[in-house]
């Protein structure tokens, strides 16, 4: 049975661009009845990783919590903003629940160690293990503070657990749901010029890297310019899709293997 990996960007379920500790309900209520179809049409293992938005990326840009804990006001905003991500975490399981899905929360912070920011330490044996006792069970992780054994404390984002993850687990395919309907030559939001870029290959990849800026909104990870270099690093060889998870029936197709606008990457 295929496993596929979903990063639900916080820019989907947040109120990412106007920087407000919101969640999007409907939103995610939408997607996950749409996963709900998908995994009663076909058989697929699923994990899903949702971002953080202002949950996250605001407390660590007010705290200055991400570059290491040395203060007490680090250590408040260590403690807070893993709060908050549990908080947000809560609304996404409950709505996954409210829609029939058998979503199971695990906490980055219970599993993962970092280095420098980066992940050295990460007990996938708790999710493989959840998986095994059934394929309806979703497994669900997010952004969070984790322990960090040279900054006794740092930001993990989803965008990092979801290479690592399709790695260890040998997913067959991930998907990344984005708030415009892939990777585009500009800022589909400012340019109206901004064309889809309907596949990134060997061919074509510094191109692209040239035409994609930062994070415009508070987002401590990089935005998409960061998600397309940790793909290149850490996901050569999986087919990657990133799609339009705002676009209702969007999340169904891409997950039923059906066409959509969106981004295909493949092997960098």
Request: glycine residues 8%; charged residues 30%; aromatic residues 6%.
């Amino acid at each position: 049975m295929d496993l596929y990996i979903m990063k639900i960007g916080g820019s989907v379920i947040t109120e990412k661009d106007s920087n407000k500790l919101e969640a999007r309900v409907d939103e995610l209520r939408r997607i996950a009845a749409e996963i709900k179809r998908a995994k009663s049409e076909r058989k697929f293992g699923l994990v899903v990783v949702h971002g953080a938005g202002p949950f996250g990326h605001k407390l660590v840009s007010e705290y200055d919590c991400n570059n290491g804990i040395r203060t007490a006001r680090h250590i408040e905003g260590f403690v807070r903003t893993h709060n908050s991500m549990e908080d947000l975490n809560k609304v996404v399981s409950d709505v996954f629940r409210e829609q029939g899905l058998l979503g199971f929360p695990i906490q980055p912070s219970a599993c993962i160690v970092q280095r420098n920011k980066k992940i050295v330490k990460f007990d996938i044996e708790i999710i493989k293990k959840i998986m095994a006792l059934g394929a309806d069970i979703i497994p669900i992780m997010y952004g969070d503070m984790v322990v960090d054994e040279k900054l006794w404390a740092s930001v993990v984002s989803g965008d990092a657990i979801v290479p690592y993850l399709a790695r260890k687990l040998k997913a067959s395919k991930v998907f990344f749901g984005s708030d415009v309907d892939g990777i585009f030559t500009a800022d589909p939001k400012t340019d109206k010029d901004a064309k889809l870029i309907p596949e990134i290959n060997k061919r074509n990849f510094n191109a692209v890297l040239g035409m994609v800026g930062g994070a415009k909104s508070v987002d401590v990870t990089g935005g998409m310019k960061g998600k397309i270099n940790a793909l290149r690093k850490d996901l050569g060889g999986k087919k990657v899709v990133i799609f339009n998870a705002l676009t209702p029936e969007n999340t169904y197709n891409a997950l039923a293997g059906k066409k959509i606008a969106c981004t295909e990457i493949n092997v960098i």
